[in-house]
T-cell receptor, first 113, second 111 residues
Framework: DGGITQSPKYLFRKEGQNVTLSCEQN?????MYWYRQDPGQGLRLIYY???????QKGDIAEGYSVSREKKESFPLTVTSAQKNPTAFYLC????????????FGSGTRLTVV | SQQGEEDPQALSIQEGENATMNCSYK?????LQWYRQNSGRGLVHLIL?????REKHSGRLRVTLDTSKKSSSLLITASRAADTASYFC???????????FGEGTQLTVNP
């Protein structure tokens, strides 16, 4: 079955550490997105990529980095520069330029310890 | 600020009742979508309505769009306990290149 896989489901980060969240899709979608969701709030866009080897900053990109070396993969690194990283992170994909019906992964819950 | 704002923030009803959630937005859009999120999970696409449409149905869901008022509503008829979730509207702005999500309505359907 086609879909998006995020891993790990839960992740704990120590102060000053970089951590990488994985997002893989087998839907043959060109566009991929990373969102951050804080408790009781909506989704805020971190980064998005419409094509391999290209990506753009979203509304809250500071302290995050991404890469898009393969169409299927869009990993997100939460760097030590992100001062408040505890949140629920959601990856999504869509058919390029349609923006219709995003498919979401099941999320990664990141906690700073 | 967020493009979409849902109202109410939280809604609690009894099974069998109808649930209505509203979404307002600020700029011109190509389409508006509604998503559902169960607790601790990803979002699931429910229904899309284009800017030239006024109403759309899908099963127990009915969506309306009023572009003059920049607002949309999602009606869930004959609600079930399994409908308990957060519901988000998302807009595809004519000037933008990706979806913008509102803050959601938390719906609780009591059995």
């Amino acid at each position: 079955d086609g879909g998006i896989t995020q891993s790990p489901k839960y992740l704990f980060r120590k102060e000053g550490q970089n951590v990488t969240l994985s997002c893989e899709q087998n839907l043959n979608h060109d566009a991929m997105y990373w969102y951050r969701q804080d408790p009781g709030q909506g989704l805020r866009l971190i980064y998005y990529s419409q094509i391999v080897n290209d990506f753009q900053k979203g509304d809250i990109a500071e302290g995050y980095s991404v890469s898009r070396e393969k169409k299927e993969s869009f990993p997100l690194t939460v760097t030590s520069a992100q001062k408040n990283p505890t949140a629920f992170y959601l990856c999504a994909s869509s058919i390029e330029a349609s923006y219709i019906g995003y498919t979401f992964g099941s999320g990664t819950r990141l906690t700073v310890v | 600020s967020q493009q979409g704002e849902e109202d109410p923030q939280a809604l609690s009803i009894q099974e069998g009742e109808n649930a209505t959630m509203n979404c307002s937005y600020k700029t011109s859009i190509n389409n508006l979508q509604w998503y559902r999120q169960n607790s601790g999970r990803g979002l699931v696409h429910l229904i899309l309505i284009r800017s030239n449409e006024r109403e759309k149905h899908s099963g127990r869901l009915r969506v309306t769009l009023d572009t003059s008022k920049k607002s949309s509503s999602l009606l869930i008829t004959a609600s079930r306990a399994a409908d308990t979730a957060s519901y988000f509207c998302a807009t595809d702005r004519t000037s933008g290149s990706r979806l913008t999500f509102g803050e959601g309505t938390q719906l609780t359907v009591n059995p």
